[in-house]
């Protein structure tokens, strides 16, 4: 019914910079919550940025001042421009979109495939 798609990721020494999309597209009535997460190898998924329908954003610490998440609700699109990037934000990142597909039903979350992030010099 709804499909994310993430692109934008790839390969950057450290202190560089790469900015993810995420496109929802199908049966959408409404979009409310857009995350990004991330999973490192061996490591646990984590919730990195998140945005709500009203554009208030909140912040992994890790990521506080580097990380700036954004949305385009016409173009049901989440960016995360991610600014002086270091090993440690080696990750695939995956999008998460809360969608409602209809007046009558709830919000559901939606996740994207994820896109590699390689930070090394």
């Known amino acids: 019914q709804v499909q994310l798609v993430e692109s934008g990721g790839g390969l950057v020494h450290p202190g560089g910079s790469l900015r993810l999309s995420c496109v929802a597209s199908?049966?959408?009535?409404?979009?409310?919550?857009m995350k990004w997460y991330r999973q490192a190898p061996g490591k646990q998924r984590e919730l990195v940025a998140a945005?709500?329908?009203?554009?208030?954003?909140n912040y992994v610490d890790s990521v506080k001042g580097r990380f700036i998440i954004s949305r385009d609700n016409g173009k049901n699109t989440v960016y995360l421009q991610m600014n002086n990037l270091q090993p440690e934000d080696t990750a695939v990142y995956y999008c998460?979109?809360?969608?409602?597909?209809?007046?009558?039903?709830?919000?559901?979350?939606?996740w994207g495939r994820g896109t590699q992030v390689t930070v090394s010099s």
């Open positions: 945005i709500d329908r009203g554009g208030r954003t």
């Open positions: 998460s979109i809360a969608v409602q597909t209809a007046s009558i039903y709830g919000s559901s979350d939606y």
């Open positions: 199908g049966r959408i009535f409404s979009i409310n919550a």
